[in-house]
């Protein structure tokens, strides 16, 4: 059985070789054209942890992982670009799930930027935004604006989801944007978004607006709300007004809306769906945010958040935080405290959580710690709090090298006490070949 | 039925971009793919070098000051201009969090930046019943269709 180890996730086969093709790209491309600027960036971590398993037993794991990263730009000297992205785990010890290991291709695809217009085109496996559109997508994008400020992008293709449920992921997925921009004072957009998929039984089928503008200096008013036309209702809506009248200060408050049987009604997780939640609730949250650099390098942070649901069920709460950060160093380190206490109807719903937190960087080193903790009113297992300490110590062994290492401590109604470990191993290589 | 959609949309796709670009693309010029100088890695704040309105994301440069405010903001700024964070991030920096699946939380690969704002620090699997029973909407965001592989131990 052991053999089954070695075989590879067929995506990750896929990734890995475009991996090498782009690595290679440059020496296939005819010798005019074998200009790019190459960044190859890999991250490589071994943890290790014992935990107890069903029947009491003590097993040890030991996953390694492997997060690869690559951009070959420019192309033969165009403004054309490849980009991957994937991880991979295998596991050392006792193995974390049936396989050994399992892995990931998170993008592959290849950019056109037009040096004007913000024109742009993406095909492959990408993460986009757009509008109220967030999807990770096998397809294509394209994007551009026009010279009166009206502009248009669409996007097309397969969706990369995963589901726990017993619902099928979308099979394939489509739509576009149109918006309108004013440099400096405004953009305004409306997206429409169609998955094909069986969703509660019906499609998913978004129309969603979003809105930017600046009426005068340091005043922002921005929104986004998205219709579901499958339940007929307006899912959610969250707008914000964000205030900077002097350049240390940064203030934003808000208030958002969503219905949970409009907004829910394409997961794939059960967490969203009743009976875990009632989708009959409604919650509607007033925030505000704010960031003031109070002196040359100490910030001080805050925000308030209202909640307030439609069902008793849940009840209502406010979260309340408030945090220093000081930079020093020039600026290499920080260190900061913060706080946070929620206060809510029902008395299983409040915690309190303190964090401070420090880096140290003398010369080619660089130390961390990073301890938090989190004060319940009502015992979850009958524990009251939680405790967890993150120490760090890393050496940046060459310019494009660093080694580090942490070492976690946890205590809380999980773990009576728990002490994990990492290595960490941060790889970032730039290249340009050919070129004129 | 579902190629014959992928195929429709591709054709579509390539119309749409001979006909933007002949004449109708803006000449605007666009964000640089990559920012023209190595930049530190503290919080930015474009205002040390930038006054004026970023010519591809149409918005001031004073706007994406990585203030607190603006980290919790960001995807309203990503949803209307993706390519201006890509300028300075690496593309793959989105996918730190936002990906289909994920075995490792962003805190625990960064267990060495204490300084970056961060998800779901600590033992966060006990403090996510309480959040999620208060605004499960913050967690459909980047859980409702992906990006699950930690909740279907319990969640089955």
Not at chain 1, 182 to 192: I, M, N, S
Not at chain 2, 7 to 23: E, R
């Amino acid at each position: 059985m052991r053999d089954a180890r070695l075989g590879v996730d067929p995506r990750l086969s896929m990734g890995l070789c475009c991996a090498a093709l782009l690595l290679l790209l440059p020496a296939l491309l005819p010798a005019p054209c074998q200009a790019a600027d190459i960044t190859l960036s890999s991250r490589t971590y071994l943890l290790y942890y014992e935990r107890e398993v069903t029947g009491g037993a003590d097993k040890n794991f030991a996953p390694l992982y492997e997060y690869l990263s690559a951009d070959a730009r420019n192309l033969g000297d165009k403004p054309l670009s490849f980009h991957f992205y994937g991880w991979g785990r295998l596991d050392l010890s006792d193995d974390t799930d049936d396989d050994g290991h399992s892995g990931e291709l998170g993008s592959a695809y290849f950019q056109y930027l037009h040096p004007t217009g913000n024109a742009e085109m993406r095909l492959g496996r990408f993460f986009f935004t757009e509008g109220t559109a967030a999807e990770i997508m096998d397809g294509i994008f394209l994007k551009a604006r026009t010279p009166v400020g009206f502009g248009l992008s669409v996007f097309g293709g397969v969706p990369v989801e995963r589901t726990i449920t017993s619902t099928d992921t979308g099979d394939s997925i489509y739509g576009g944007r149109l918006f309108f921009a004013r440099p400096g004072f405004a953009e305004l957009g409306v997206t429409y978004l169609m998955e094909k998929g069986d969703f509660r039984g019906d499609d998913r089928e978004m129309v969603g607006g979003d809105l930017w503008v600046r009426p005068g200096t340091g005043v922002e008013i921005s929104g986004r709300a998205s219709y579901n036309v499958s339940t007929s209702a307006l899912a959610q809506q969250r707008y914000v007004l964000r205030l900077t009248p002097f350049s240390r200060l940064d203030l934003a408050v808000g208030y958002e809306e969503y219905k949970y049987k409009d907004l829910f009604q394409t997961a794939l997780h059960p967490a969203f769906l009743s009976p875990s939640v009632d989708p009959n609730d409604e919650a509607q949250i007033v925030f505000a945010i704010v960031d003031i650099e109070v002196a040359s390098g100490l910030t001080l942070e805050g925000g308030v958040k209202n909640i307030r649901h439609d069902a008793s069920d849940p009840g209502d709460a406010t979260r309340v935080e408030a945090g220093l950060r000081y930079a020093y160093n020039d600026g290499k380190d920080l260190g900061g405290l913060s706080a946070a206490i929620v206060s809510a109807d029902r008395a299983e719903n409040e915690y309190q959580e303190y964090r401070v937190f420090a880096t140290c960087s003398p010369g080619p080193w660089r130390f961390s710690l990073d301890a938090l903790t989190q004060r319940y009113k009502e015992q979850i297992s009958g524990i009251k709090d939680a405790y967890q300490v993150v120490g760090s110590a890393g050496w940046q062994v060459l310019p494009y090298l660093k080694l580090s290492g942490d070492v976690t401590y946890t205590r809380s109604p999980r773990f009576t006490e728990d002490y994990a470990g990492l290595v960490r191993a941060s790889l970032d290589l730039g290249i340009t070949t050919g070129g004129k | 039925m579902m190629r014959r959609n992928v195929f429709a949309i591709l054709a579509g796709a390539v119309a749409l971009a001979m006909f933007m670009g002949c004449s109708l693309v803006s000449q605007t010029e666009s964000v640089p793919p990559k920012h023209p100088e190595e930049l530190a890695a503290m919080r930015a704040d474009c205002r040390e070098c930038h006054e004026d309105v970023s010519t591809g994301a149409l918005k001031p440069y004073a706007s994406f000051r990585h203030s607190l405010v603006f980290i919790k903001q960001h995807s309203m700024y990503a949803s209307q201009g993706q390519n201006l964070c890509a300028s300075c991030h690496a593309p793959s920096f989105c996918q730190t969090c936002h990906v289909r699946k994920d075995e490792l939380k962003p805190s625990t690969k960064m267990g060495d930046r204490p300084d970056r704002v961060l998800q779901h620090r600590g033992d966060y699997i006990v403090l996510h019943q309480i959040d999620g029973r208060l605004d499960p909407g913050s967690c459909f965001r980047c859980h409702g269709n992906k990006n699950d592989t930690r909740c279907q131990a319990c969640h089955r």
